[in-house]
């Protein structure tokens, strides 16, 4: 997220709505342009009437209180027809070449009636209510790359009017998202013109700057950090580098710290609002403000003129905080070194990973060792227990989505999607074993095809070191949840709340300003909250 | 129906392992397909009918048994992505680089990999040829416009030469040699060499990115993906998100 707005900013993206036909019963369509250097985009919002019955947060929803596609260019009224006709059936319509992605968003019924009454009587809403949400709607897909029709990241990729608007990995539904956002704060101030009449006032810039837009996700992004090894590695590496690059700095200033330390309050605020039921975030949370009170102590005691100062807060974290501490003071001690880290956001795509295929002339001994360097853990555990291998990813004929269901209780052991890497690595090791190591591992091959995947993801694995999940994905006691705010995490995701163990809450755009008041002092930092 | 080409490979993916490949070489079926779609060849018919042999005669009996040359499945044929795959492994190799093949099951599949091979071979400066027994050019993959062997499949994509096998070509002379029909319908005997690198064609086509897919080959696509799917059960209903309503 934070790379779009510090681009879009920094191009100074214009921003326009040229079609904005709600009715009073708040149906309707709008469109939202943004023009950058060489092209434009835009977000056609079609907004709908549903019955609160019909309002679910499952990907297996068939109606939805708006719906979204983000199109290639300006789109023309036979186009919004056409939109018109398919956006709003989701998975079941057919977008086209034109379109970038495909989403939909359910309004948060509490806050929504909320903010609607309080502006149609002239009132701006609660705060507190708003920080307690933080979104007037969530998303609870954002398709993109080809999916349903729409244009695929290599089309994308191929238009040489902008060869890098969008190359960065998720712009496009990044984009979609921050203009949901916006048509979201417009839906709401109608709704309570609408209602109010003469009453009503607009939503103040400060508290719509608050809100973000909410997305509920479950199981179908885990298979996507499982299917990209060389895509996560990129974003990981990517980290590990920014975080590497200010451990090494020798003598840190003055302002530098003073800088971290007030991003340190913000944070604390952001922690503050971040609310979750599930016992396992909660007690995270819990320890999160613990670490951060810490952290506050340390940085008003400790000399700025410690020699690698940052290294040293790093492994002082390491010693004193959770997980959840140190890895929010890794994120934090970047921000005052945009200018030393920010170029590595142009290293987290991944163009080679589909042209390099099995080299097969390695030999057996090679690609074991290999293997090994990513899973030599997993050969420690017994996989023919059935708590190792209790769980089964598949895809439900019902819905098409993928799902996790258990093994041993379930009749989907035949339907296994290949979702197991650790499993079937320990696998290809064992049939290795009675094979003569100097053996090329094409000859391997041509007896076991069926290992072919995990060969090609330990050559992968050498130039992408942190392409592989060190844990069992089928384990009895394996969380979902973990996996899918790994990948919202590099989105920017904010307010991680896991609903169950396999479906989560998270927050995009909290803080962000929007398209007219976006400039470059304020298209970085916005993700900390300003008390 | 007019597809994005990463649905089409997606569809390919899902149709193969339904039609009884491993995960494993399902990833080759996409991996073909995607190489034959941005190519402009009209790739998810051929599929469809290759499953239909696959799944009729099955995987174990087309495929590849050896490394011993001529390389050759069983009495049923040899599966093309199955000898494809391997070839490409062992692109490099000096032994490999005049390969004969014996009752190739879907030959055109076979493309996808020796263009892969050939842009390995770049560094060599040579390109691949596929010939019948006559030693008539079935198919020319040359990729000499690839500065290095590391350029991406993009590159490959936009200068493997594909000839005889796309209406685009048809202009050019030496395309009369190949015979997409004979490498769309199953060959007795086909070779893979290696030659010096020609320049077949100054004017490469771009990378395409959409397919018209006619309907009774979606449907056969669709019918071997859903033997991937499980039938629905309440556990699986239940176990699909955290609730029901979203009216919180």
């Known amino acids: 997220m934070r790379q779009l707005t510090r681009r879009m900013a920094a191009e100074q993206w214009q921003f326009s709505r040229p079609h904005f036909n709600i009715d009073e019963n708040g149906v309707g369509y709008a469109v939202y342009t943004a023009a950058y250097p060489g092209g434009k985009a835009s977000l056609v919002a079609f907004a709908h009437d549903l019955p609160d019955e019909l309002r679910s947060d499952r990907v297996i929803a068939e109606q939805w209180d708006t719906t979204f596609s983000l199109f290639n260019g300006e789109p023309t009224a036979e186009d919004i027809q056409r939109l018109q006709n398919n956006v709003p059936l989701q998975e079941a319509g057919r977008v086209s070449e034109s379109e970038l992605t495909l989403s939909r968003a359910n309004r948060s019924v509490r806050l929504w009636e909320h903010v609607v009454d309080a502006l149609s009587q002239g009132n701006q809403p609660n705060e507190q209510a708003l920080h307690d949400v933080g979104y007037l709607m969530r998303t609870t897909a954002v398709y993109g790359s080809g999916k349903f029709g729409a244009a695929d990241r290599e089309q994308l990729k191929s238009d040489l009017s902008n060869p890098n608007t969008f190359k960065a990995p998720f712009s496009v539904e990044m984009l979609t998202v921050y203009l949901i956002r916006t048509f979201v704060r417009d839906l709401v101030n109608h709704a309570a013109f609408c209602k109010g009449r003469e009453n009503a006032i607009e939503l103040s810039p400060d508290l719509a700057r608050g809100l973000g837009i909410g997305n509920s996700t479950g199981l179908g992004m885990a298979p996507f950090l499982i299917n990209h090894p060389v895509l996560i590695s990129n974003w990981i590496s990517a980290k590990e580098e920014a975080i590497a690059r200010v451990r090494s700095i020798e003598q840190v200033t003055d302002d530098d710290v003073k800088s971290v330390f007030i991003l340190l309050k913000r944070m604390q605020l952001l922690t503050e609002r971040w609310q979750s039921a599930h016992p396992i975030q909660q007690k995270k949370l819990a320890a999160l403000t613990n670490d951060l009170d810490q952290v506050e102590q ?61 080299d097969g002339t390695q030999t057996i001994e090679t690609t074991s060792e290999l293997i090994k360097t990513s ?64 053996k090329r591992v094409a000859e391997f091959l041509v007896v076991h095809p069926e290992h072919r995947r995990t060969v090609q993801r330990a050559q992968w694995s050498s130039m992408a070191p942190y392409g592989e999940i060190r844990d069992n994905t089928i384990d009895a006691s394996m969380l979902p949840i973990d996996l899918l705010r790994a990948k919202l995490s590099f989105f920017g995701a904010t307010r991680f709340d896991p609903r169950s163990d396999r479906w989560v809450r998270i927050c995009l755009y909290p803080g962000a300003p929007y398209p007219e008041e976006l400039n470059t002092d304020n298209a970085d930092l916005w993700i900390y909250p300003d008390a | 129906m007019n597809t994005s080409i990463n649905e089409v490979a997606a569809l390919a993916r899902k149709a193969a392992k339904g039609a009884g490949y491993s995960w494993s070489m399902a990833d080759e079926v996409a991996f073909a397909t995607t190489w034959l779609c941005r190519n402009g060849v009209e790739a998810a018919s051929m599929v ?16 590849l048994s050896s490394l011993t040359f001529p390389w050759r499945g069983t009495e049923k044929g040899l599966c093309s992505v199955s000898a494809g795959a391997v070839f490409s492994d062992l692109a490099t190799e000096p032994d490999v680089q005049s390969t004969e093949l014996i009752d190739v099951v879907s030959p055109m599949l076979l493309i996808p990999f020796v263009a892969y091979a050939s842009q390995r071979l770049v560094k060599h400066h040579n390109s691949l040829t596929i010939e019948d027994a006559n030693s008539n050019k079935l198919a020319c993959l040359s990729s000499v416009n ?103």
């Open chain 1, 375 to 438: 899973f030599g853990w997993a050969t420690d555990i017994n996989w023919a227990s059935e708590k190792a291998t209790a769980r089964c990813w598949y895809v439900s004929e019902e819905k098409l989505e993928p799902r996790l269901g258990e093994r041993y209780e379930e009749p989907i052991n035949d339907y296994e999607q290949p979702l197991a890497p650790a499993r079937d690595a320990v696998a290809a090791l064992n049939a290795m074993q009675s094979w003569d190591n100097k």
């Open chain 2, 146 to 248: 690839c500065d290095s062997f590391s350029a991406n499949i993009a590159a490959v994509e936009n200068h493997a030469w594909l000839h005889g096998l796309t209406r685009h070509n048809a202009s050019d002379t030496k395309s009369e040699l190949i015979s997409d029909k004979k490498l769309s319908a199953g060959i007795t005997h086909c070779t893979m060499k290696t030659c010096a690198i020609e320049a077949l064609n100054d004017n490469p086509k771009p990378a395409r990115h959409r397919l018209d897919i006619p309907s009774d080959t979606l449907d056969k696509l669709n019918h071997y993906a859903s033997l991937t799917y499980a039938p629905a059960t309440e556990a699986s209903r239940e176990g699909a998100g955290a609730g029901t309503t979203d009216n919180d």
């Open chain 1, 298 to 358: 340390y940085l008003t005691q400790a000399s700025v003129n410690t020699a690698f100062y940052w290294n040293e807060l790093t492994n002082w974290c390491e010693q004193h905080l959770s997980t959840e501490g140190q890895e929010c003071m890794a994120s934090l001690m970047l921000e005052p070194y945009a200018e030393m880290i920010d170029g590595l956001s142009d290293c987290m795509d991944d163009p080679i990973s589909s042209t390099l295929r099995i």
């Open chain 2, 48 to 63: 469809a009918t290759h499953l239909d042999q696959i799944s009729n005669i099955g995987v174990d009996a087309l495929k």
